[in-house]
């Protein structure tokens, strides 16, 4: 005759003990990872209808009314508003609207953790509190357009989205070969996804969607890796074990790659909400000219905004995206 054995109560309470321990260390990560990915989604959602509506305007450029005073101070200022109410709107649906110093009410919020999840800084409300570097004016010399310091509004989408607009009516078509990023930069869409709600990090439920000039516009919405590849390197090389650029972002990850050239014009117009390590340095693109080691590719130059083609066999640093 067998006899029946079974879990005594301290069995069962230690059992319970451990698996409690495995799902408190476990859960969160998996917790972070689900929402990373339902947020890569939305995002990817998000760049697909903002490109598609931007594309059916004729020209990003010229709506609302920016005018100055003598010492810079803004007397008039109804661009962004403008480009939401008389431009966006036509072409997109969009739940609510608001104007300069009432973003808060349509969600956005007042503070915002950068990238790296070292800083948190005020949600920016002007173009220069965006970037400072978009208003240098030294380094417009033979371009046309320029960049006017304007009140960021906001809008909400049909999906719960939050969006800072920060337009620039002053901005210029791709019209030179080597030229800065500033003027070519026509709206800056700073979102959070899910409003007010947190974690309100950037790469996280925070992000950006820039676009560039004035008539026949690109639209491109970079999702930075936190932190730059660990040396600088040439962008292409033919010697035996020698990383070059695109192949420093696969040894960071599978998943990563270089940004092309106006992703990287978008990380430079956003670089405060990074908080890019080597903010004053020259970063890779992978927008090839010319191939082999002679050959040129475009550079993002972050401490001016300069945008220029190089021979591929300068080392500067790499900054790479989230495929």
Partial sequence: MYKKQGFTLAEVLITLAIIGIVAAITLPSLLVNVNEKAWDAQKKALHARLAQAIGQMNALGGYGTYTEDEDGTATTDTAAESFILDALSKVYKINNVCGPDKLSSCGIPSKITTLDAVSEITFPTKMKELNAKLLNGNHYTGEDGDVADTKAAAFETVNGESIAVFYNPLCSSDTTANHYAQNKMCVNFVYDLNGAEGPNQVGKDVGFITAFYNKSPVVVAPIPYNTDYTSVVKQYTETSGQIDAPTACKTMGEDLRLPDRDELASLFVNAPLINLGEST?????????????????????????NRSRHDRSNTYYVRCLRR
């Fill in 281 to 305: 340095s020259r970063y890779w693109s992978g927008s090839v000219i010319s191939l082999g080691t002679s050959g040129l590719a475009w550079y993002q130059y972050f401490n001016n905004g």
